[in-house]
């Protein structure tokens, strides 16, 4: 069965701090893998990763996928109260045209 | 605000009734998706729908259906309505029938509470 799983599920840091974010992922055939951060509304677009060892940037936000491991990592650097947010990882998958979520990972940035 | 619209924002309604949600995709976006959130399941997509016609399925039950008409807009009809059918439904569009080459633009969400 297709998967997708975070971790952590619940992540509290300080403002300033350094933050990896995990997704591995079980998918017959795999398209790409998104990452989303939710606050308390819809879901909004982050990146999109399909090839190995290509880093995407944006801002304080990275990501990197490994498709031979199948995973991903969020990378969010000099945290702010405002990446206080859940961020999902989705993987999208070719067989049906699905795209399967993970579960979430909670991150509260204090002052 | 991404361009998404979602009505009814709130629902509240009791259990084996029959329920519309609708959306409206952003200008030009040909793709519609549905998904549903709730606390325990977290974000499932339901089914897709690119230019009228259905283009993907995910976990939608047979008393949910949906479809999108020819001003693209999208209705995803929810029946029997049971209490664990309680959550936040939302609305994607994106421009072109696969997600990997254009991002979906989420709406707001439809909050169904079943009592």
């Known amino acids: 069965e297709d998967k997708v799983v975070q971790s952590p599920l619940s992540l509290v840091v300080h403002e300033g701090d350094t933050v990896t974010l995990n997704c591995s992922y079980e998918v017959t055939n795999f398209r790409s893998l998104l990452w989303y951060k939710q606050e308390k509304k819809a879901p909004t677009f982050l990146f999109m990763l399909?090839?190995?060892?290509i880093e995407k940037k944006s801002g304080r936000l990275s990501s990197i996928l490994d498709k031979k491991e199948l995973f991903s990592i969020l990378n969010i650097t000099a945290t702010q109260t405002g990446d206080s947010a859940v961020y999902l990882c989705?993987?999208?998958?070719?067989?049906?045209?699905?795209?399967?979520f993970g579960p979430g990972t909670s991150l509260s940035v204090i002052p | 605000d991404s361009g998404v619209t979602q009505t009814p924002k709130h629902l509240i309604t009791a259990t084996g009734q029959r329920v519309t949600l609708r959306c409206s995709p952003r200008?030009?976006?040909?793709?519609v998706y549905w998904y549903q959130q709730s606390l325990d399941q977290g974000l499932q997509f339901l089914i897709q729908y690119y230019n009228g016609e259905e283009r993907a399925k995910g976990n939608i039950l047979e008393r949910f259906s949906a479809q999108q008409f020819p001003d693209l807009h999208s209705e995803l009809n929810l029946s029997s309505l049971e209490l664990g059918d309680s959550a936040l439904y939302f609305c994607?569009?994106?421009?072109?029938?696969?997600?990997?080459?254009?991002?979906?633009?989420f709406g707001p969400g439809t909050r169904l509470t079943v009592l």
């Open positions: 200008s030009g976006d040909l793709s």
């Open positions: 399909t090839s190995s060892g």
């Open positions: 994607a569009s994106s421009a072109r029938a696969f997600s990997s080459y254009n991002e979906q633009f």
């Open positions: 989705a993987v999208e998958e070719t067989s049906y045209d699905k795209v399967i």
